[in-house]
């Protein structure tokens, strides 16, 4: 086991040089214009899809303000009608008449302070798109630069962890390598005895020392541990 506590001691400087990578401010700022810049298309399309809806609108308000103006010009000669009936009929009918018209203005109106929303919703967002692409290739580019300056100590580290894998026993490394992959670190914890593991403090059952006693490790069923004999 003392090869292996070597081997986790050597790790450890492996794995805050992974830390300090997944740390750095570019890697994230890289990320979330990566984010944004997955979103950019699903934005424009819906921004279309909106601006054909607005398009779509105006044509038939204006088809109907044309068409109210043709009725209109129906009720220029009222001379012909005579009656008091009719007159009154026609005046009802004019300011019918009138009133949809101002409706339909307003809703013209309406419309186009809409489209101008729109528009200057879709140049913010062209806006954005430049800035997170210049962003996304910036702090790329420094993070790569950032990540090379790391390497050459990365591979020192592995080629000592190699050096050493050939003396450790193999059923420990292959745990380990696994419990590694899945973030988890320190993962080796001495066992000395008091019924607890010594990380999460979960008891440890009279079953799982006899076990200990036999194979040397345990794993701590609650937080995933390899616990070994303590001297
Ligand atoms: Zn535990």
């Known amino acids: 086991m003392e090869k292996m506590l070597e081997y986790q001691r050597i790790d450890a400087g492996l794995r805050a040089i992974e830390q300090e990578l997944l740390a750095s401010e570019d890697r994230k ?19 279309d899809r909106k601006a054909a809806e607005f398009d779509n609108a105006y044509t038939k308000y204006m088809e ?16 012909e009608y005579t009656s008091e009936d009719e007159i009154n009929y026609m005046k009802k009918k ?26 200057e919703q879709y140049n913010t967002l062209k806006k954005k798109t430049a800035s997170a692409q210049k962003q996304f290739k910036e702090s790329g580019q420094k993070y790569t630069e950032f990540k090379a300056s790391k390497a050459d100590a ?6 000592q962890l190699a050096a050493l894998e050939k003396e450790v026993d193999p059923k420990v ?14 993962i080796l914890f001495e066992y000395a005895g008091t ?23 345990i794993v701590c069923d609650n937080c995933g541990r390899i616990l070994y004999k303590g001297k």
């Open 29 to 47: 700022k890289g990320i979330s214009a990566k984010k944004f810049l997955d979103t950019v298309n699903d934005n424009l399309s819906a921004l």
């Open 64 to 79: 109907a303000y044309a068409k109210l103006a043709e009725t209109q010009r129906e009720f220029d000669d009222l001379d």
């Open 94 to 119: 004019a300011q019918e008449l009138y009133d949809e018209f101002k409706r339909l203005e307003q809703s013209i109106a309406h419309l186009q302070e809409e489209i101008i929303a729109l528009t």
């Open 154 to 159: 990365q591979k020192e580290i592995q080629a």
């Open 173 to 186: 490394l292959a745990l380990y390598k696994e419990k590694r992959a899945e973030k988890m670190f320190p």
């Open 195 to 217: 019924g607890f593991c010594p990380n999460c403090r979960t008891e440890i059952s009279k079953l799982s020392e006899s076990n200990l006693a036999k194979n040397g490790i």
